[in-house]
Nanobody, 126 residues
């Protein structure tokens, strides 16, 4: 079992920045591929970003490339999502997720994630 706790969401004006954090427990963090997803009202949950166990490979959704940066600190069992130049369309509940099965080539696949956090709300005002 892996437990995930997100933090760092909030209300920000368009153009602003937020940093989300997700602390994991219950399993050696270095063995887990980590990702971020989001779900806006009335929409399906969608992939945002992911990175491999050692943090040497990352992937981003086209909609956030160049604005968001994912990173991890294996010593702190924590993954981060730095979000810059935020837009109103980034408004959503953001979920941290852990995968024991995804690889560098499949880490964008929602169905491959085994554990999920409770989500943190990000609201971007125009």
């Amino acid at each position: 079992q892996v437990q995930l706790v997100e933090s760092g969401g909030g209300l920000v004006q368009a153009g602003g920045s937020l940093r989300l954090s997700c602390e994991a427990s219950g399993r050696a963090f270095r063995t887990i591929l980590m990702g971020w997803f989001r779900q806006a009202p009335g929409k399906e949950r969608e992939f945002v970003s992911a990175l491999t166990k050692e943090g040497d490979n990352t992937r981003y959704a086209d909609s956030v490339k160049g604005r968001f940066t994912i990173s991890r600190d294996n010593a702190k069992n924590t993954v981060y999502l730095q979000m810059n130049s935020l837009k109103p369309e980034d408004t959503a509940v953001y979920y941290c997720a852990a995968s024991l099965r995804a690889t560098t080539f499949t880490m964008g696949g929602l169905s491959l994630y085994d554990y999920w956090g409770q989500g943190t709300q990000v609201t971007v005002s125009s």
